[in-house]
């Protein structure tokens, strides 16, 4: 008997600096959507103004990290009340809000604080945040999420999606028929096959959510890179999860990507 399991994903809301409109959009989308799983791919927080080593216009913005982890817990909380009671939550970190607690690099936050900022251990927030299942920012399987013919995870790479979709895939692998959903560059990519050359195809396949934060324009510190193809959106799709992975062929899965600009 063949078993489907179906998933939404979203990235990058960068609070307190949240796209409501989008986030409104996708509650909508979200309304009488039978869905088992639910993906938010990181950088759920900003924390551009409190543990980035790049200053940016965040910096003159009167919040601290606490109101950030408050704001990102009810962006949260109003996206589990639109999902059903038994759709399981994924919240996997992205690059900033591992910024919060790493134990190396260049970062604001003293050493001997950083776990005190972990979100799960706040008495206000941890409610909220540990009703979903957490994934670390890791450049490794560790930070992949598998769901039977789906790999997701935040993205580590601001430069090819194709190249770093296939690199995850062989982290992960190397399983034929996969499909890599990913955030991180805040560049909506709907599922695309990988290739090796533009006649030779790969038995991969990657798709980018976008972003969710920012109405207002990009953040100084991204000014370095071209914002024209960012966008918001919301993967939706099916994956068959009753086989071992090692047995998934063409069709295992079906996926669309969604625009809520």
């Known amino acids: 008997m063949v078993t489907w399991s179906k998933f939404g994903a979203i990235s990058c809301t960068h609070c307190p600096f ?6 409104g959009k996708l509650l909508n989308e979200l309304k009488g959507r039978r869905l088992d799983h639910f993906f938010h791919l990181g950088d ?3 924390a551009g103004g409190t543990a980035s080593a790049h200053k940016n216009k965040s910096d003159a913005v009167e919040h601290s990290l606490y109101d950030e982890y408050m704001i990102a817990a009810d962006m949260l909380r109003r996206i589990r009340e639109a999902l059903p009671k038994d759709c399981k939550l994924h919240l996997l970190d992205g690059n900033h809000d591992d910024n919060v607690q790493r134990k190396e690099g260049n970062r604001r936050i003293p050493k001997d604080l950083r776990t005190l900022c972990n979100p799960r251990k706040m008495a206000v927030v941890c409610e909220e945040y540990n009703q979903w299942e957490h994934t670390p920012y890791r450049f490794e399987k560790s930070g992949v999420v598998i769901l039977g013919a789906v790999c997701f995870c935040h993205g580590w790479s601001t430069a090819s999606e194709e190249l770093e979709a296939i690199e995850i895939a062989n982290i992960c692998g190397a399983v034929p028929h996969r ?4 955030g991180h560059t805040h560049r909506p990519v709907p599922p695309t096959q990988c290739k090796r050359t533009a006649k030779v195809k790969l038995p991969w396949h990657y798709c ?7 109405p207002d324009g990009a953040p100084d510190y991204a000014q370095r ?3 024209d193809s ?11 999860v009753s086989q071992r992975s090692s047995r998934l062929g063409k069709g295992s899965w079906r996926a669309q990507l969604i625009s809520l600009d």
Not at 179 to 182: A, P, Q
Not at 208 to 214: E, L, P
Request: with cysteine; aromatic share 12%; net charge negative.
């Open 18 to 23: 949240q796209n409501e409109r989008a986030i």
């Open 44 to 46: 759920v927080i900003d």
């Open 179 to 182: 499909l890599i959903v990913k």
């Open 208 to 214: 980018n959510v976008g972003h969710m934060a920012f």
């Open 225 to 227: 890179f071209s914002t």
């Open 230 to 240: 960012w966008g918001a959106a919301v993967c939706f799709g099916e994956t068959i």
